[in-house]
């Protein structure tokens, strides 16, 4: 991009065809609107100081408001973006490792960005950094200006309307999975509810209301936000469609489609919905809603804004940067993601710096930044009622002890009093089957009657699991006789085509116990060219080692290639 721009207005105006997709009428027309798109100067330099940035690169701050930009001069070519990483929104350093001087680390998990192409390059062929338009001024002074796109869910805007307690009622079930209440429509997000996810590693921690499956058989529309396992629980889905094979699910239009094993999975839904990103799905005449891509992994993760009555619900999910950073403010209530610990890294790593201290100070620190992020957004956005959700899991099978020992979760009420320390935002820290009343909560925060919680007596925390019947699957599937051949090895890193990185891994095939598997696989794979070397090869590189049950041979790898920084 060059750095002189012929000057544009503060506000531009943009003619579009809109477009809008209704759930249960056949056809709305499109029709011409102007949609306003507005230019926002953010960071204004004098001539001297545009005289003064060096070659290469220069870390800013706009002192007024605290941001932090990166521009990268190369002769009389200039390029800019904030300094906000597009991970976790950490910010950027000096890359000490890049002896070109081109490139920035990121201080949360070094991810690290080559501002001369705004591409990040750790991990590599990953992202692009969203790019801020420069400007020189009449005076040869610079401009920092970033275009901002019309919200989407600004069109057709809404004012809220009165609504009458017991209107809108939002009841909590498990992890991700809120059933929500809506004038007479009932609308579910996530049902993960019975069985287990990511093969046997993830149970779940809360006991559902009993009545979870007239709940959901009782839903007008299913939301699921991605394939994860804890969002799209198959054991769960086929107990539903053993009732009610036709409801209604709907899902993004994500590049990785949701139900891309369904066929697969024997269980039998005939009524499945990808609808387009950034769009209102009309419900009925009070009800409609707006599924939104993630801006870290746009490919998989969506997000969604519910609207009553022209009250906002946003479930930001487990997306990482929900709509790239674009959210609604001051909704009537968010949700989102808390706990972290999802990964499971780095529990299974050893030798090298993979210490029980190291582990231990990592994690701590993860959960750390990971409170703060949440807390900051929340902040930010000021919804009137925050729940953090999707985070009601635990490692209880017996050979995931070390796991759940060591892989420690954030705690909902330590993020709670975090963001109450820091604003005005009511909290609410749910409990399966409790009900908050949003018409009250909005009305009075203090209304005894705002959120009902679940019947004295009622089981809150699961003590028990059925492992037999999907550990069986399981150890049907290990036995594959694909696994029988170890010409599987190179063609699974074949196919996955990560290379031209300068890493050397060693998986270790272990039983479920983490001790060497007698027999096991036991192999070096060198990602500079995708060999797999009877030795470590003589070059300086960095060497990690991998101990892995069967069941996690193939995936462990990506685990190693986002935290290889």
């Known amino acids: 991009m060059n750095a002189f721009h012929s000057p544009i207005s503060s506000k531009q105006k943009v003619s579009r065809r809109r477009s809008c997709f209704v759930l249960f009428d056949p056809f709305l027309p499109g029709m011409e609107q102007s949609i306003e798109q507005t230019t926002e100067v953010l960071l204004c330099l004098s001539p001297g100081e545009a005289a003064d940035l060096k070659e290469g690169i220069n870390f800013l701050r706009n002192k007024k408001t605290g941001k932090d930009f990166i521009l990268y001069k190369n002769k009389n070519r200039v390029r ?50 969203d790019e801020l338009v420069v400007e020189m001024d009449e005076e040869n002074g610079l401009l920092l200006l970033e275009l901002n796109p019309p919200n989407p869910w600004d069109s057709e805007p809404r004012s809220p309307e009165h609504l009458a307690f017991g209107e809108v009622q939002i009841t909590y079930l498990t992890h991700a999975c809120m059933d929500l209440k809506l004038g007479d429509k009932r609308m579910v997000f996530d049902p993960w509810l019975t069985g287990p996810a990511f093969a046997r590693g993830w149970w779940l921690l809360h006991e559902p209301p009993s009545d979870w499956l007239e709940r959901l058989c009782q839903a007008d529309l299913i939301y699921i936000s991605h394939m994860h396992s ?35 999975s024997g269980v039998q839904l005939t009524n499945i919905n990808i609808v387009p990103f950034g769009i209102w799905q009309q419900v009925d005449k009070n009800l409609r809603f707006m599924i939104l891509m993630d801006g870290v992994h746009p490919e998989m993760d969506t997000c969604i804004i519910v609207e009553y009555k022209g009250h906002k619900i946003l479930n930001t999910v487990d997306c990482t940067r929900p709509n790239g950073g674009r959210l609604p403010e001051k909704v009537a209530l968010m949700m989102s993601d808390f706990a ?30 990971l409170l703060n992020y949440k807390a900051r957004l929340v902040k930010d956005l000021q919804p009137r ?122 998986m270790i095939e272990t039983d479920e116990d983490f001790s060497p598997f007698p027999g096991g696989y036991d192999y070096l ?41």
């Open 80 to 129: 800019a973006c904030k300094n906000v990483c597009k991970h976790q929104g950490g910010l950027f350093i000096k890359d000490i490792e890049d002896l070109d001087g081109r490139s920035v680390r990121c201080t949360k998990h070094n991810w690290r960005l080559d501002v001369s192409t705004m591409k990040y390059v750790n991990p590599p062929g990953s992202f692009c950094q």
């Open 230 to 264: 804890d969002h799209l629980s198959y054991p769960t889905l086929k107990e539903l469609a053993g009732r009610r094979p036709d409801i209604p699910i709907y899902v993004g239009n994500t590049e990785r489609p949701v139900f891309w094993n369904l066929n697969q």
């Open 340 to 369: 972290g610990g999802a990964s499971g890294f780095p529990m299974t790593f050893s030798g090298g710096k993979f210490t029980e201290e190291w582990k231990a100070q990592f994690i701590k620190a993860e959960r750390k930044k």
């Open 385 to 506: 009622i925050y729940c953090p959700f999707a985070g009601y899991f635990v490692e209880s099978h017996p050979s995931d002890k070390y796991i759940k020992e060591t892989n420690i979760k954030n705690d909902p009420n330590e993020l709670n009093n975090l963001i109450k320390k820091n604003s005005d935002v009511v909290t609410w820290t749910p409990r399966p089957g409790a009900t908050l009343d949003l018409s009250r909560m909005l009305k009075d925060p203090t209304d005894s009657k705002g959120i009902i919680e679940p019947p004295e007596g009622t089981k809150i925390y699961k003590d028990s699991w059925d492992f037999e019947p999907y550990l069986n699957i399981l150890n049907a599937a290990v036995g594959d006789e694909i696994f029988l051949h170890s010409s599987w090895i190179k063609e699974y890193f074949t196919w996955a085509g990560f290379k031209d990185y300068n890493l050397v891994v060693r």
């Open 525 to 565: 794979v060198d990602f500079l060219d995708l060999s797999f070397p009877k030795e470590r090869p003589s070059r300086e590189h960095p060497y990690e080692e991998l101990s892995v049950s069967p069941r996690c041979m193939a995936s462990a790898v990506h685990l190693l290639l986002l935290h290889s920084g």
